[in-house]
């Protein structure tokens, strides 16, 4: 449940909470912070903040401190930035130990103004760019993931080789084989919605152990966060009972990929600004949603490398897989990289290109950022297209790997313009960070390969 301040005092009186979880999200979208006395967090960190070390923000997977960034680096001595709790997002953690957890932004301990590279902070800036406009922005994202009876470590210990699905057939939508992970299943729904993060629906995917479990839409920033909040909670849940869970894009070449397709509309005066009278192929929509769309189309290059992060995440574009290959919309289909559903007040758009593994923050920017961009310059949509768009070779592709698509960013003028050149500096060098690495690393695949036959 949310809880103000009030309630928390009454809940830590009573016993019922002695701990709040302070966090973050870094360039990954993991939750990274610190464990505060519930009476302590009371008396002055949900007042005065807390600090944490800059480095969070220039850090690889491994925790290593990466040279090279102009916000943090040993030159500039590794200080603290400032994290802020925001109160809105202070919620009991059902699936911890009479815990609570609050959300922060992250902002500058001598000037107290937001650090602009921080991921929060990036989308903050696009819900205020499209308030200046007379818009709200309403998402919701829909994670897919991988259900494993192996726990984390023995995963780890046995090298992400040989683990536990939790299932032996695709159970796309297969209630039978669905209700095999109610034990799972059943408590998560239970423990979010405990947690303020109201649950819909979950279901089997078209993978082996691959699940989708749904949330309810609400503004923006608020979806952000419940995303964030959900994969924290099912992690911990699943390895508290010794299983897990991966959000990878793609877990395994002979296995469907996962996706986080985000759905989003823009609201003005409690109405969605996307209904109208205007015939757009098969839709019928407003000049708002027309050249909102026409801006996501046009930019969806440039952003992809914010909807796909990751090496892997491209491993996911694949034809005839459900992960979208082409760049294209069309009206309820789901070949197609934008689909578009509903009609009137729910009319939306659905990208379909970012994966499991995207940072929630810096994908809904993008896409943000993108259609705002087609409102102002009153960008027209290709036309609507009808048919299998992996077959459609005359559509233009979907960026195919980390390097393509990080160079796209580096070199946009959009993506400068939305954003400003620092963040797209520091966001490029993260991404070329993280193919460096990769492009360094010796593969199982290539040990398979070469080992004895080279």
Request: aromatic content about 12%.
């Amino acid at each position: 449940m949310t809880l103000s301040i009030d309630a928390l005092r009454v809940a830590v009186g009573r016993g019922e909470i002695d701990t709040v979880v302070v966090g973050f999200t870094d360039h990954y979208g993991r939750l990274v912070g610190k464990r505060f006395d519930a009476e302590l967090f009371l008396d002055e960190v949900a007042t005065a903040g807390t600090h944490g070390c800059d480095y969070l923000l220039t850090t690889d997977m491994e925790m290593e401190p990466v040279p090279g960034y102009s916000f943090a680096s040993w030159q500039l001595g590794y200080g603290d930035v400032h994290l802020v709790a925001d109160l809105d997002t202070l919620r009991h953690a059902a699936w911890l130990d009479r815990s609570a957890l609050v959300l922060c932004d992250v902002a500058d301990i001598r000037t107290h103004e937001p650090v602009g590279v921080a991921p929060r902070s990036i989308l903050r800036g696009q819900v205020a760019a499209a308030a200046d406009r007379g818009f709200e922005a309403m998402a919701a994202t829909e994670l897919e993931y991988y259900l494993f009876r192996s726990s984390y470590g023995e995963a780890a210990a046995g090298g992400y080789a040989s683990m536990q699905p939790a299932g032996w057939y695709i159970e796309d939508y297969h209630l039978l084989q669905g209700a095999r992970t109610e034990d799972f299943h059943a408590e998560v729904r239970r423990l979010l919605k405990r947690s303020d993060v109201p649950v819909e629906s979950s279901k089997g995917e078209w993978g082996v152990g691959q699940h989708e479990l749904n949330v309810r839409y609400t503004d923006i920033l608020a979806t952000a966060d419940r995303h964030t909040v959900f994969k924290q909670c099912m992690k911990e849940y699943a390895d508290h009972i010794g299983a897990s869970v991966t959000f990878m894009a793609k877990v395994s070449s002979d296995q469907a990929g996962s996706s986080c397709h985000i759905h989003l509309s823009l609201w003005r005066d409690g109405a969605n600004a996307f209904a109208g009278d205007q015939e757009l192929g098969r839709v019928r929509c407003s000049d708002e949603f027309r050249w909102f769309l026409g801006g996501v189309l046009s930019h969806l290059p440039e952003v992809t490398v914010l909807y796909a992060p990751t090496v892997n995440s491209y491993k996911r574009f694949v034809d005839g897989s459900w992960a979208p290959t082409r760049i294209a919309w069309s009206y309820d289909n789901r070949t197609a990289g934008v689909r578009v559903v509903g009609d009137g007040p729910s009319l939306r758009i659905e990208c379909r290109v970012p994966g499991a593994d995207c940072n929630p923050y810096l994908a809904l920017a993008g896409l943000l950022a993108s259609g705002l961009d087609g409102l102002a310059s009153r960008i027209e949509p290709t036309p609507c297209f009808e048919g299998d768009a992996y077959a459609a070779s005359d559509l233009p592709q979907v960026p195919r790997s980390l390097p393509d698509a990080t160079d796209l960013f580096a070199s946009s003028a959009f993506a400068k313009a939305a954003f400003g050149e620092p963040v797209v500096e520091h966001y490029t060098h993260f991404f070329r960070t993280e193919w460096d690495a990769y492009d360094r690393a010796v593969t199982d695949w290539e040990r398979r390969r070469y080992f004895e036959r080279i």
